[in-house]
């Protein structure tokens, strides 16, 4: 309370700019600016360059899962497929890996077991994304095609989700190569959501004889609830926006199929194979707002997941 | 014990094993990434290899001395622009940033930080590409700095936020201005943090490679200029290993050793400075 009561004389105080104050108020609110404005720069250049492509297709683009550079038509849907269906199997996989790991270090491991695997997470977090995409080229897609893919499709090839013929690239080995490369993500923040619940909760419900596993099910993950919802949703924004690594195992095809082992494409590897190459404007334009679509679904994405994790942190140091 | 209970305490044990075995598989393919590169890369490291422009395909031996270099150059034009904007947009945040302006400029930089890497490369083409007419190192290292400025103005808010209120009170207490206080006391107190941002945000984005694929392109050669396509690890990495060629996947696993190397070491000694200093924020 009395760090409370000085904090606005505080303010007063250092408000009140003398001498050079109002030069390095300005020089650095310049740079503040900076980005304020290169972002808004980002927005208006992405919408203006897809100008062509949205004056031709209109909303349409977005359904159209035609994709012919040689008759100059473009439709996005392939792509969207791909990256929305790529990233799903990726939280399918990560999530409960990612959110089980969290659990065990934030309630169970020792402090120092704890500190030390968090420590490996987050160096697995900083692997740039062409290594995952250099290691699943020569591991994940020979093993997808010779036992993997076969497997699935000896047990589950009835149904239209592993049918038709192996190549070991496609959606399936670009979602598991997704779900590692999120699932660092999810642990670490669902990790701080976790441990921000206040200790007397999981200590009531010991008290009232709840077994670990219980008290941890039903009262501290429930707690933590928004803040690992907004980890997973950090993990998704990751997952829809990661390029080399999915590039390097998708396939490259422009087509929507049912199987997860047919080859597809997302929108961020097209970008990646077509861009430098495309010739002729509307081409490029096509790109670019492809490059827009996957823009506003990862800031939406990034959005929700900004402000669960800020309403989670807040709820349980208020409480604790 | 009755049956209910019993079958409490093995519901109890199995969840909180698995739960274990997670976190230990989830860790270990770190290690099996690691394992990996060894085994498939060190075989192809040698002298040449950092010595050496690449062979032309067919021909074995070569190196990839051109792409350290260019990364070296691509990552020092992203450092040379990205940080002094990141520090000062950070400064601003923290000291002297009002309600308002500050949540634009904060909202805007973590927007900008999730824009995915692929976008970036977009809008550097846009920017330097294309009116320049022609991939450059600049471009590459601009598109970079794009990445790397938002971490650093975030980084260095978070670690001036966390210099106790009483040191700045006893600056201003002493008759120091307000940026006299922020210059000799605030960003002296958080320097430590501040460069444990910096490290991790240049090793970041010297592994990325999305944003370098239609700005620094590659190059067989030496670039002579920043203006000249110009060949970087990440992309080499790339290139090679999605080539269908035996002995430039043999460099691609080298080169991905030494890229994975690079940014391991840089965040292992980031991590080192930080710990024996403040507690890392998110």
Do not use: C
């Not at chain 2, 966390?162 to 320097?191: F, N, Q």
């Amino acid at each position: 309370m009395a760090a409370a009561a000085v904090t606005p004389n505080i303010k007063r105080v250092s408000g009140r700019l003398r001498g050079g104050d109002e030069v390095a108020w300005a020089v650095t609110f310049l740079f503040g600016a900076a980005i304020f404005a290169v972002t808004a720069l980002l927005i208006f250049e992405l919408w203006r360059y897809a100008g062509p492509a949205r004056d031709k297709f209109g909303i349409g683009f977005l359904f159209s899962s035609l994709w012919n550079p040689v008759t100059d038509e473009y439709g996005a849907l392939p792509f969207i497929y791909g990256t929305v269906l790529t990233s799903f199997l990726a939280l399918l996989i990560s999530v409960p890996l990612g959110v089980g790991a969290a659990i065990y270090l934030s309630e169970l491991a020792p402090p120092k077991v704890s500190n030390a695997l968090t420590f490996l997470v987050e160096l697995l977090a900083a692997v740039p994304s062409v290594i995952y995409g250099l290691i699943a080229i020569f591991t994940l897609v020979p093993m997808m095609r010779s036992s993997i893919g076969p497997g699935l499709k000896s047990v589950l090839g009835w149904t239209p989700f592993f049918s038709g013929p192996v190549f070991g690239v496609g959606y399936l080995s670009a979602g598991l190569i997704l779900s590692v490369m999120t699932f660092p993500f999810i642990i670490s923040v669902s990790r701080e959501a976790l441990m921000a619940v206040p200790r007397e909760q999981r200590e009531a419900a010991l008290a009232l004889g709840a077994t670990k596993w219980e008290s941890t099910w039903q009262i501290v993950v429930p707690f933590a609830k928004l803040g690992i919802i907004g980890a997973i949703f950090l993990g998704l924004a990751r997952a829809l926006g990661e390029t080399m690594a999915v590039t390097m195992v998708i396939g490259n095809s422009p087509t929507i199929k049912a199987s997860l082992l047919s080859s597809g494409y997302t929108i961020a590897a097209v970008i990646a194979n077509e861009f430098a190459e495309a010739s002729g404007k509307l081409y490029s334009s096509a790109l670019v707002e492809l490059g827009l679509v996957l823009f506003l679904l990862t800031i939406v994405i990034n959005a929700l997941a900004q402000v669960l994790i800020a309403v989670t942190t807040k709820k349980g140091s208020r409480r604790g | 014990m009755t049956a209910r209970n019993k079958r409490r305490v093995a519901v109890n044990n199995v969840m909180l094993t698995l739960t274990g075995v997670f976190a230990f598989v989830t860790v270990s393919t770190l290690f099996l990434i690691l394992a990996y590169l060894l085994y498939n890369g060190a075989k192809s490291l040698n002298p040449n290899f950092f010595t050496r422009l690449p062979a032309p395909h067919g021909e074995t031996g070569g190196g990839i001395a051109n792409a350290i270099v260019g990364s070296a150059e691509i990552v020092l034009i992203a450092a040379l622009i990205g940080i002094p904007i990141g520090f000062m947009a950070g400064i601003y945040l923290s000291e002297f940033s009002g309600k308002v302006l500050g949540f634009a400029v904060r909202y805007t930089a973590d927007l900008l930080n999730g824009v995915p890497s692929i976008v970036i490369g977009i809008f550097a083409w846009g920017m330097v590409v294309s009116p320049m007419h022609g991939f450059s190192a600049l471009a590459g290292g601009i598109a970079l700095s794009l990445m790397l400025i938002p971490i650093t103005a975030r980084n260095t808010e978070q670690f001036l936020q966390e210099v106790p209120r009483t040191m700045r009170e006893g600056a201003l207490a002493l008759g120091a201005s307000k940026w006299r206080t922020i210059a000799s006391v605030i960003v002296p107190a958080a320097r430590r943090g501040i460069m444990t941002g910096i490290i991790l945000g240049v090793a970041r984005i010297s592994g990325e490679t999305a944003p370098l694929l239609f700005t620094a392109l590659g190059n067989q050669f030496w670039n002579t200029s920043l203006t000249e396509p110009t060949a970087s690890l990440p992309v080499v990495i790339f290139n090679y290993a999605t080539s269908p060629y035996d002995d430039w996947h043999q460099q691609a696993w080298a080169a991905g050793l030494v890229l994975l190397g690079l940014v391991l070491t840089a965040n292992i000694a980031a991590r080192m400075i930080v710990n024996r200093g403040a507690a890392l924020p998110k």
